[in-house]
């Protein structure tokens, strides 16, 4: 499989006349993309905004990140989800750099949706404050969910992709600043100079908890509850084949945006014929059910094993009765011989005296970590709020509160805000970002 | 000026040598020994007394010991307190430990001792007390002295403290996030790192793993027909209006609910405010979480003697191991007050 990324660095972002991408100008035309994202009846309000680094600009609930792309030989950026299906990882794509669709809950908020602060102290803490965001603010008719603590946040997802695609389709007979090429040979057919490197496999364990559909990630489509790990090319990850879900607390969670952008796959491709032979991705899950877990442990180590892997990173999107499926899958290929290193963050709460995982095992002797879920952060009121910033408090947000015996409520009269850490969107950056680590002390 | 008050042994303390061991704790106004040279030493601080208590009399009469030195210091002003440095002297070691935890708990105030990594104070004190990784023997007194001094400064000063490692202490099973100064991103640090062990290289984990915390298995009951047992769960059963404001996530309150009168729990009167699984199955039927209904048939059988009259409840998802720690011991207060002989703990 090759894929190439035509990339289009974006320096600035306007609305305008006509959706276009001019020298490093995206041009937005508001109204045609709006009309776009209310395609869905579901969606009852809906606005645009630009919001750049350095904005002093508190952006909750955040519910999804999406870069905005198109596929140059047609079809849905994501097959099985916003089109018909179809392989991706071949051929080209164009991107939108440096920049993200956010869509964020004009009210209501939930478990699995976070917060963005664009400057100021709160800015380090996540990732899109360092791009320039398009963010759809909207409200939506789904009743059945709105005072629900866990939301599919279906209609909102699914107008931020239809967004990015429209936004991303802008670009699509232009020729890339830059393009990016993800080439690797079919496993067994590989020269023998890469052969000879140490070989390895990278296993992603996507959030997939939740029984009743709408909430897991999906898989081309396919919830990734109801799938038992299979191999894919690290290509379809990064060409849209698998999106975030709407379930795990916001600090752990990966965003559309970080599978379209993994970095860890990056570096690996960087090694790939230096100092590894990168075999490609084996994609588990994260099901509660115990022997769900054994199943997959089970599966990566035995397909690890066949493709003659000598090595694995293995990296979790969650904490807490997940650390049981990382713990279960980096023990599992251990046992099989294959030498393997964690990817995770840790919950220490807000003291840092607590057990890092839920379950710990000697066999897991190589762990790199992205910070703590709990850890307590408190920030001063921001000028402008898009969304609700009552939201952090009121709906549940995993690491918000409403009244806490000593600290009070997470959002304070001033506008200034105290909460876990697990509300920062995508906070943890597992998937390679993060510059964060966890020290003793 | 802030002020300190340091702690010695007979020995430091010029008091005499092991012949002198059961000396009695005194408080002394002003420097004695090492305290002259941590005076020096500190810069945000003075030190006032110096405290003086023989090894023997600490390891024996401990109680005592730390009742009357804690009396001494009832109405000294002081903002921080430190003993030693103990270096390999194990008992010396001990009771700098023991005077540094019962002086935090009772004033509150940084507690820092200076202790060679051979001495048992170590293992039994690191959590509780900011212990420097010191010499072998007093010929590093001053070196000793001089890092507890520069910590104390910094802690009185309100600076910003830096891991365990970079400061000296050993570290008090406490982990924090930080942003490395090298900013290199986990996508980096992950991909080095298998490379390392897949070359056989030395590799340093970021999460090395703590021995585990184990509880020992209860003995069985002897005659389960005689037997009280409860429900405790971690599922988040809780009264629909959840009295308790029982946290979704990240609880630290429990409950516990009247179950006397009750054959089952009833859907619409109870419910789950989990947030970590689906809750429909719970919701509709409570007792897949709380099975009360088996129970109360087990109880008509006589299979058990009788279902305890309350439920526990909190939530698991999130919830630190020292929280649930914390709510687990609180519960079995009520549970031994009660004579109940077994729990059933459903997890979810």
């Not at chain 1, 102290?121 to 059945?144: P, R």
């Not at chain 2, 009750?262 to 109870?270: Q, T």
Request: proline fraction near 4%.
């Amino acid at each position: 499989m090759r894929l190439e990324l035509g990339n289009f660095h974006v320096k600035d972002i306007v609305f305008g006349e006509f959706t276009s991408f001019k020298d490093g100008v995206l041009t937005i035309n508001k109204e045609e993309a709006l009309s776009i994202v209310k395609e869905d009846e579901d969606i009852t309000e809906a606005d645009l905004l630009i919001v750049k680094p350095g904005d002093e600009v508190r952006l909750v609930p955040v519910k999804e990140a999406i870069e905005p792309r198109c596929r140059v030989s047609g079809g849905p950026v994501f097959p099985g989800v916003t089109g018909e299906l179809l392989q991706v990882g071949n051929g080209r794509t164009h991107a939108l750099k440096e920049c993200s669709v956010l869509v964020v809950g004009k009210h209501w908020g939930g478990f699995q949706d976070g917060l963005i602060d664009m400057s100021g102290e709160g800015a380090k803490y996540t990732y899109y404050s360092q791009l320039k965001n398009i963010v759809l603010v909207a409200d939506t008719n789904e009743e059945f969910e709105k005072r629900e603590q866990q939301k599919k946040n279906r209609a909102l997802r699914w107008a931020g992709m239809r967004l990015s695609e429209y936004i991303g389709s802008c670009v699509k007979d232009l020729e890339p600043e830059e393009i990016e090429t993800f080439d690797l040979d079919p496993v067994t057919k590989r020269s023998t100079d890469i052969n000879n490197l140490p070989s390895m496999v990278l296993v992603l364990q996507p959030q997939s908890q939740m029984e009743e559909s709408g909430y897991n990630d999906l898989n081309y489509g396919w919830d990734c509850n109801h799938m038992v790990p299979t191999f894919m090319h690290p290509n379809e990850v990064l060409d849209g084949a698998m999106i975030s879900g709407s379930f795990m607390p916001c600090s752990s969670k990966w965003s559309t945006y970080d599978f379209q952008n993994f970095p860890t796959i990056k570096r690996l491709y960087k090694e790939h014929g230096k100092t590894l032979n990168f075999l490609g991705v084996i994609m588990s899950n994260l099901n509660v059910a115990l022997e769900q877990k054994e199943r997959s442990a089970q599966f990566v180590a035995q397909l690890a094993k066949s493709l003659g892997a000598d090595g694995a990173i293995v990296a979790e999107e969650g904490y807490g009765n997940p650390d049981a499926d990382f713990i279960a899958c980096i023990v599992a290929l251990e046992d099989a011989g294959v030498k393997t290193v964690g990817l995770t963050n840790e919950c220490t709460g807000r003291d840092g005296a607590s057990q890092p995982l839920v379950s710990l095992d000697e066999k897991a002797d190589a762990i790199v970590s992205c910070g703590n879920v709990s850890e307590l952060i408190k920030l001063p009121p921001m000028k402008t709020v898009v969304g609700e910033l009552q939201s952090l408090a009121r709906d549940g947000l995993s690491g918000g509160w409403e009244g806490d015996e000593k600290l009070g409520s997470s959002v304070k009269e001033d506008g200034s805000i105290i909460m876990e850490n697990n509300a920062m969107f995508c906070g943890d950056q597992v998937v390679g970002w993060s510059t964060k680590t966890m020290k003793d002390f | 000026m802030k002020k300190a008050i340091l702690y010695l042994n007979q020995f430091f303390g010029q008091i005499g040598g092991e012949d002198k061991a059961d000396f009695a704790p005194v408080i002394k106004e002003g420097l004695v020994g090492p305290a002259t040279e941590l005076d020096k030493k500190l810069n945000n601080a003075q030190v006032t007394h110096t405290i003086i208590c023989g090894d023997n009399f600490m390891g024996s009469n401990q109680d005592e010991a730390v009742e009357t030195i804690l009396g001494f210091l009832e109405d000294k002003e002081f903002d921080i307190f430190f003993a030693g440095p103990a270096f390999q002297a194990g008992r010396y070691g001990n009771a700098c430990g023991v005077i540094c935890k019962a002086v935090k708990e009772k004033f509150g105030v940084p507690v820092i001792s200076s202790m060679h990594i051979e001495n048992p104070g170590v293992e039994m004190f690191k959590k509780d007390v900011y212990i420097f990784k010191g010499g072998h023997s007093a010929a590093k007194m001053r070196k000793d002295i001089k890092t507890i001094a520069k910590f104390g400064d910094k802690l009185l000063n309100n600076e910003n403290l830096l891991p365990a490692e970079d400061e000296g202490y050993f570290p008090r099973g406490i982990r924090h996030q930080v942003w490395l100064d090298s900013n290199t991103p986990a996508s980096d640090r992950v991909v080095d790192m298998l490379i390392k062990k897949l070359n056989g290289e030395t590799f340093e984990t970021e999460l090395p793993i703590p021995k585990a915390d184990r509880v020992p298995i209860a003995s069985p009951i002897k005659d389960l027909s005689k037997a009280t047992i409860a429900l405790v769960n971690t599922g988040g059963i809780v009264p629909v209006d959840n009295p308790d404001r029982i946290q979704s996530a990240s609880a630290t309150r429990w409950g516990r609910y009247d179950i006397s009168s009750m054959e089952r729990l009833k859907s619409g009167e109870f419910k789950t405010i989990h947030a970590g699984f689906d809750p429909a199955a719970a919701d509709a039927d409570p007792n897949v979480i709380l099975p009360l209904d088996a129970l109360r048939v087990y109880e008509k059988e006589g299979k058990i003697g009788k279902v305890h009259e309350y439920f526990y409840s909190t939530v698991g998802t999130g919830t630190t191991q020292a929280e649930a720690a914390r709510m687990g011991k609180e519960m079995s207060e009520y549970l031994k007050e009660a004579n109940v002989d077994g729990v059933i703990l459903v997890s979810t």
